[in-house]
């Protein structure tokens, strides 16, 4: 892992101290094993864990803020970072974690990506219901492989978020509690984790949304980072202490100011050989026509410099960024893909409205985005 400030993309971690290896690794701290290779990540022993998964709270962005958050920066400052995979965003992440399995392996590579066969994106937040999540993700889970070998697994997350195509892809094989609220989550998990042995894997996502519309370091996104400070710290104080509990995140995040934006559709020669753009604003995949690849690379390097590495399909499956990959989710990666460096970011109002009023946003692989805390307590 590439830890040092300012030198450039922190690459992914996998099978060392990743997401994908979190659920393994609190296997083994049950004294469960779930058919893992031993990794970096090696936790203490304990009868039941809580993992509570904070979306958006980078490592970075812990330590830059940390008189926001007084407990869990000063756990930070005791214990090692780990990686998201790539892209750094939820559905990726959360994949991950709940299968114990790369991007490449489980397939949710981004927050949009290329159906085969169609020209139709999914999104993997919303999911689109002609996808079946069991086809797109056909894995056993990391939370199944543990409940069958005895132990007890509970998801604890909004209603809304029950029966969800991610939360199938994703979760399954777990007991859902749906619930909205801090109090109904934090008793939730204390109910749950009675049992021995016992996973219960909490998230929260109001951090990330914050982020998301205000911006990082914002007054409401300091005082979104106070109030998951005192969840966590008021968990920990719940659960007895023969109970373990995991803080991570799914990724950091940047801020992208309008001067650091890059429009497609004022930029014309970036629709050039361009079937189809996917991804998010600062991971995009491109879906190129036949035979336009080498094209399609040329001119968004040349464009964009050394505001964000692109790289074909190929070269960036070499290079490791999503891990072994599997013939089947090849073709849902681009054929071209481009990675944002400082704050960079590739929108298309046209293509996706939404995504342009945002101001705080991830999928790259900076620092700032890919370092995610790893706090036992």
């Known amino acids: 892992m590439n830890h040092a400030p300012g030198a450039g993309f922190v690459e992914p971690a996998y099978h060392q101290r990743s997401l994908g290896d979190v659920v393994p690794a609190v296997a083994a701290a049950l004294g469960v094993s779930v058919g893992d290779e031993p990794s970096d990540l090696l936790l203490p022993e304990a009868a039941a864990y809580v993992v509570f998964l904070v979306d958006g709270l980078g490592a970075r962005l812990l330590e830059r803020y940390a008189h926001a958050a007084p407990y869990l920066s000063s756990l930070l400052a005791e214990q090692r970072t780990a990686t998201a995979g790539v892209p750094s965003t939820t559905a990726t992440s959360l994949t991950s974690l709940g299968t114990g399995l790369t991007p490449g392996a489980h397939g949710l590579v981004g927050f949009t990506s290329r159906v085969p066969g169609t020209e139709r994106l999914l999104n993997a937040l919303l999911w689109d219901k002609d996808v079946d999540p069991l086809e797109w993700q056909p894995h056993p889970t ?32 777990a007991d859902y509690v ?35 519309r205000y911006g990082v370091a914002s007054s409401p996104w300091l005082q979104q980072l106070s109030i998951i400070d005192s969840e966590a710290e008021q968990l920990r104080d719940s659960l007895p202490r023969s109970t373990r509990l995991l803080v991570v995140a799914d990724h950091g995040m940047v801020d992208s100011p309008l001067e650091s934006r890059v429009d497609v559709d004022e930029l014309h020669e970036l629709r050039d050989g361009v079937a189809l753009l996917g991804g998010e604003a600062r991971f995009r995949h491109l879906y190129c026509h036949r035979g336009a690849v080498t094209d399609v690379a040329a001119t968004w390097a040349g464009l964009l410099g050394d505001r964000a590495e692109v790289m074909t399909r190929d070269a960036a499956v070499a290079r490791g960024w999503f891990g072994p990959v599997q013939p089947s989710v090849l073709p849902r990666l681009g054929d071209v893909v481009v990675a944002c460096h400082g704050d960079t970011a590739i929108l298309s109002t046209t293509d996706f409205p939404y995504e342009a009023t945002l101001v705080g946003l991830h999928g790259s692989l900076t620092p700032e985005e890919m370092l995610i805390p790893m706090l036992v307590c």
Do not use: Q
Request: net charge positive; no cysteine; glycine share 12%.
């Open 178 to 212: 749906g619930a909205d609220k801090v109090g109904e989550r934090i008793a939730a998990a204390v109910a749950s984790s009675r049992d021995d042995p016992s996973l219960t894997y909490l998230y929260d996502g109001d951090l990330d949304w914050t982020g998301h």
């Open 142 to 173: 990391a939370f199944s492989r543990l409940r069958a070998r005895g132990a007890s697994v509970t998801v604890v997350n909004k209603r809304e978020f029950v029966g969800s195509g991610l939360t199938v892809a994703a979760h399954r094989g």
